[in-house]
């Protein structure tokens, strides 16, 4: 940890007590900072705040009382889950106080230099294949960000000889103000948390912010197929470095006559690949460019790229059940993260596991995609909408079930072998879980039984 961090001898709020809040409060706190921590949760129900209350941390518990502002504070550290519509939040904007996510206070006190990746699908693979890249490489690489670890409790330990490899998401990168990657990578920008941001504009802004503060002397790894990628990046200082899965670049990272180049030089042939899926070519891609830049070998990453079969809930092979192949790809949330889980069957049979929360959109989208789906099993908020586009593919066999526990027997009934049982939800699962860690878990122990 930096020996003098900026955060010395502020009093600061911190408004939210999940991973990242509460781990903010603990680090301001051990910095010397005189902190009081705000949740809705009651403190009764609210193990955070009770453990941020034996370490003599004051606690405001039970809701976001605006008066807490009547208090004289130098700064805001917002949970990223929180909206900026948060009265609490909008009065602390008004009184021009600074707000920040925690990824900041992570930057601030860092010695080590930090890899970023940030986009609206692929992130944490694409963030776990750099880190496993450099550490097949010898080097001493540390995970954190959006991906579960909290990245101001890894950023403490952190070496200046170490990377620090961070999944961000648009939420983080919203409250930032001096952070700055060595390394950025930007892989793509679809519609998504637009019940957030408001617009489409305010999230690709939000996702900008990675490049925000680079200068010269750091990299912009882009994606060169999405052009609102190259529109955003278009003005950044830092130095752009293209991947493309569709054009041969001669610089950067790209594919041609299938094999996976760096700045012309062959690294692997994509037949030696395991990872399934053309959208999963584009992180391979992504995670090529970081990870030379940060000095890996060509050697190390192929040995990452033979071996790598996939993230938990992120199109992860599961099981084989009597000749079915179960695929848990929970973590897409989105239309387009299970547009490009199903592109990655186009060939096989597909029994779609798929629902979750309304957020008011409709799945016509979809339509191009469920060629190969031979029935579906839908269960959550949107099972009638998705149902309706089944209709519409022609597709006969559709069944509703309360949740994704009883979709898995449901959708090995219905299968034969040969057969690839997909959960690709295309929705967020809070409408029946609390996370899509929680969904994929539960596919994944009713694939088990099954066995």
């Not at 941390?57 to 039970?62: A, M, S, Y």
């Not at 995970?143 to 579960?148: D, E, K, Q, R, S």
Request: charged content about 25%; hydrophobic content about 45%.
């Amino acid at each position: 940890m930096k020996p003098t961090p900026f955060y010395q001898h502020r009093r600061v709020l911190v408004i939210g007590l999940a991973k990242s809040g509460a781990a903010a409060a603990r680090l301001l706190a051990e910095l010397g900072v005189e902190v009081v921590a705000n949740d809705q949760k009651p403190l009764e129900e609210n193990a955070e705040a009770k453990k941020l209350e034996q370490l003599g941390i004051r606690v405001v518990c039970g809701g976001h009382p605006l008066e807490l502002l009547d208090e004289p504070f130098d700064l805001v550290v917002k949970n990223p889950g929180i909206p900026y519509t948060n009265p609490l939040v909008e009065k602390a904007l008004e009184k021009g106080l600074p707000i920040v996510t925690e990824v900041e206070l992570a930057y601030r006190i860092s010695e080590a230099p930090f890899i970023s990746i940030t986009g609206s699908n692929g992130k944490t693979t694409t963030t776990t294949l750099i880190y496993e890249m450099l550490k097949a490489d010898g080097q001493d690489p540390l995970l954190a960000g959006n991906i579960g670890l909290v990245a101001c409790e890894v950023a403490k330990e952190a070496k200046p000889d170490q990377w620090l490899v961070t999944e961000l998401s648009s939420f983080q990168l919203a409250g930032i103000d001096e952070f700055r990657p060595r390394i950025a990578v930007l892989l793509n920008i679809f519609d998504a948390h637009l019940d957030y941001h408001g617009t489409k504009e305010a999230y690709a802004a939000a996702k900008a912010n990675i490049f925000r503060n680079q200068t010269a002397h750091d990299y912009a790894v882009v994606n060169a197929d999405d052009p609102l990628v190259m529109d955003i990046v278009s003005s950044v200082r830092a130095q752009k470095v293209l991947f493309s899965v569709t054009k041969p670049l001669g610089e950067g990272a790209y594919v041609q006559d299938g094999t996976v180049y760096w700045n012309g030089e062959s690294v692997i042939q994509i037949a030696d690949i395991v990872l399934p899926g053309q959208h999963n070519l584009e992180n391979i891609l992504a995670a090529v460019a970081a990870a030379k830049l940060a000095g890996a070998s060509n050697e190390a990453i192929r040995r990452v790229l033979t071996t790598f079969t996939g993230v938990k809930h992120r199109l992860q092979y599961v099981a084989e059940v009597d000749g079915r192949r179960f695929y848990n790809d929970s973590k897409a949330t989105n239309i387009l993260a299970t547009q490009k889980a199903l592109a990655a069957f186009a060939d096989e049979p597909v029994i779609l596991l798929a629902g979750g929360l309304d957020r008011g959109n409709e799945f016509d989208a979809l339509l191009p995609y469920l060629q190969q789906v031979k029935a579906m099993v839908l269960f959550g908020q949107t099972a009638a909408k998705i149902g309706r586009v089944a209709r519409e593919a022609g597709i006969e066999t559709v069944e509703y079930v309360d949740n994704v526990e009883k979709a898995v027997p449901v959708a090995f009934r219905l299968s034969e072998p040969g057969d690839v049982i997909l959960l690709s939800p295309a929705c967020a699962s809070w409408d029946q879980y609390k996370t899509f860690e929680e969904r994929g878990d539960i596919f994944i122990n009713a694939v088990h039984k099954l066995k």
